[in-house]
């Protein structure tokens, strides 16, 4: 399971923290994905940390901008998010194993 | 990147029908590819992974099929809880990317 916490309404140029905890399986073993969803579209991918040598991937939309990373001591994947834009709203997920957190609400907006 | 072209955008059936859905990749993505369910609100779910298998708990009137470009989803008998929003996924290369979306709703 994953439960994920966060979200909140920032202004451009703000940063944000997503989080979220796993239960039911180890962080630290396993690939993992942020998605996200913008109002009323599709979904795109975000980011991936995978489970062996951490290696870190971001869509071109973020890279430089946001940072996945994970908490092997409280078992919980993270997506620090920095200069954001208006269009980086939208519900974000994250994601492992085929398994869906329930989505945290992020809006960008003056 | 590789492109994900999901048809058809949206689909009208009834109870009991038969339909299908299509994604083509840009390239071969061997059988890296998933099948996603969203209903409006709620996180995507995973019906199917690795093109053919079915997640647990899934019903078994969703099968998908294909290998390399060419992907289905196929739900045979319609049931009123399965319309919804359906999305493939591959994740073959970085970046991810997903179809565009089906949206099937009740004729």
């Known amino acids: 399971q994953l439960v994920q916490s966060g979200g909140d309404l920032v202004q451009p140029g703000g940063s944000l923290r997503l989080s979220c905890a796993a239960s039911?399986?180890?962080?630290?073993?396993?690939?993992m994905n942020w998605f996200r969803q913008a109002p009323g579209k599709g979904l795109e991918w975000v980011s991936h940390?995978?489970?062996?040598?951490?290696?870190?991937v971001y869509a071109a939309s973020v890279k430089g901008r946001f940072a996945i990373s994970r908490d092997n001591a409280k078992n919980s994947l993270h997506l620090e998010m920095n200069s954001l834009r208006v269009e980086d709203t939208g519900v974000y997920y994250c994601?492992?194993?085929?398994?869906w957190g329930q989505g945290t609400l992020v809006t960008v907006s003056s | 990147d590789i492109q994900m072209t999901q048809s058809p955008s949206s689909l009208s059936a009834s109870v009991g029908d038969r339909v299908t859905i299509t994604c083509r990749a840009s390239?071969?993505?061997?059988?890296?590819l998933g099948w996603f369910q969203q209903k409006p609100g709620k996180a995507p779910k995973r019906l199917v992974y690795?093109?053919?298998s079915l997640e647990g708990g899934v019903p078994s009137r969703f099968s998908g099929s294909g290998s390399g470009t060419e992907f289905t989803l196929t739900i045979s008998g319609l049931q009123r809880e399965d319309f919804a929003n359906y999305y493939c996924?591959?994740?073959?290369?970085?970046?991810?990317?997903f179809g565009q979306g089906t949206k099937l709703e009740i004729k």
């Open positions: 994601t492992s194993q085929g398994s």
């Open positions: 390239q071969d993505i061997r059988n890296d």
């Open positions: 940390i995978t489970s062996i040598g951490s290696l870190l």
């Open positions: 039911g399986f180890t962080v630290s073993t396993n690939s």
């Open positions: 690795a093109a053919t």
């Open positions: 996924l591959q994740h073959n290369s970085f970046p991810y990317t």
